[in-house]
C-alpha cells in the first residue's frame, strides 16, 4: 500500500457525460502527479500540481481539467467523453516537485460505453 | 526530451532463473531512474530509484539494477525467479533542470514465470 487512495475504483458512464476522479496523497507530499494509462499510448503524463498551484502539463486534452485543493487532494475532472478516453488514470505524489520518486495509487478505470 | 526504450515486451523465465529485463534511456540532463511493477488489477509500485548516487541500486523483493552511463542503460535483475514475481514492468525516467519532474515511461515488460 503506497499511502496513496483514489476514488473510485470503477467508473462507468457514456459517451458526452463529465466524471470527477479524486485523489488524496500520501501523508506529507504536497505534490500531485496524473498519468493515463490505455493499451495504445501506454502511461502518459497529464498534468502535475504543487501544493495548490498546477506545475506542468503533459498530454492533457481541453476537455480535461484539474485541481489542487487546500488539504492536498486533487480532482481530475474529464468531460464530453469519448470512446478512446476509457482508460486507468493514476495519481501519484511525491514529498514536493524536485523529489523524482513518485508513488502511485491503485488507480481508477474508466469506462465510457 | 527523455525517452526510455525497454526491450522484449514479453519475457519468459523458469522458476529459480535469472531475470534480466532491459531498459535504456535517452536524456539530455542527468536522469533519474526507476522501476515500478504492475501486477494484475492493481497500481504500480516503486521496485528501485537511482538518483545519482550508487550505481548498483538494490530494490525490494531481491530485484536490483545498475546505472551504466556508457550504456545508456538501467537494466533490471535477480538472479533467481519466483512465481510470484509474474508481472508487468515499466522502466521510467525523470529529468529536469525546471524544477518538476514528470516521469517518462517505457512500454513495459511482461515477465512471465513458469514452473
Known amino acids: 500500500d503506497s499511502g496513496v487512495t483514489q476514488t473510485p475504483k470503477h467508473l462507468i458512464t457514456a459517451t458526452g457525460q463529465r466524471v470527477t476522479l479524486r485523489c488524496s496523497p500520501r501523508?506529507?507530499?504536497?505534490?500531485v502527479y496524473w498519468y493515463q494509462q490505455s493499451l495504445d499510448q501506454g502511461l502518459q503524463f497529464l498534468i502535475q500540481?504543487?501544493?495548490?498551484?498546477?506545475?506542468a502539463k503533459g498530454n492533457i486534452l481541453e476537455r480535461f481539467s484539474a485541481q489542487q485543493f487546500p488539504d492536498l487532494h486533487s480532482e481530475l475532472n474529464l468531460s464530453s467523453l469519448e470512446l478512446g478516453d476509457s482508460a486507468l488514470y493514476f495519481c501519484?505524489?511525491?514529498?514536493?516537485?524536485?523529489?523524482?520518486?513518485?508513488?502511485f495509487g491503485p488507480g481508477t478505470r474508466l469506462t465510457v460505453l | 526530451a527523455q525517452s526510455v526504450t525497454q526491450l522484449g515486451s514479453h519475457v519468459s523465465v523458469s522458476e529459480g532463473a535469472l531475470v534480466l529485463l532491459r531498459c535504456n534511456y535517452s536524456?539530455?540532463?542527468?536522469?533519474?531512474l526507476f522501476w515500478y511493477v504492475q501486477y494484475p488489477n492493481q497500481g504500480l509500485q516503486l521496485l528501485l530509484k537511482?538518483?545519482?548516487?550508487?550505481?548498483l541500486v538494490k530494490g525490494i523483493n531481491g530485484f536490483e539494477a545498475e546505472f551504466k552511463k556508457s550504456e545508456t542503460s538501467f537494466h533490471l535483475t535477480k538472479p533467481s525467479a519466483h512465481m510470484s514475481d509474474a508481472a508487468e514492468y515499466f522502466c521510467?525516467?525523470?529529468?529536469?533542470?525546471?524544477?518538476?519532474?514528470?516521469?517518462?515511461f517505457g512500454t513495459g515488460t511482461r515477465l512471465l514465470v513458469s514452473p
Open positions: 537511482y538518483t545519482s548516487a550508487a550505481t
Open positions: 500540481y504543487y501544493n495548490g498551484e498546477e506545475r
Open positions: 501523508s506529507g507530499d504536497l505534490s
Open positions: 501519484a505524489s511525491s514529498v514536493n516537485e524536485r523529489t523524482p520518486a513518485q508513488y
Open positions: 521510467a525516467v525523470s529529468a529536469s533542470n525546471t524544477g518538476f519532474q514528470k516521469l517518462v
Open positions: 536524456s539530455s540532463v542527468p536522469p533519474y
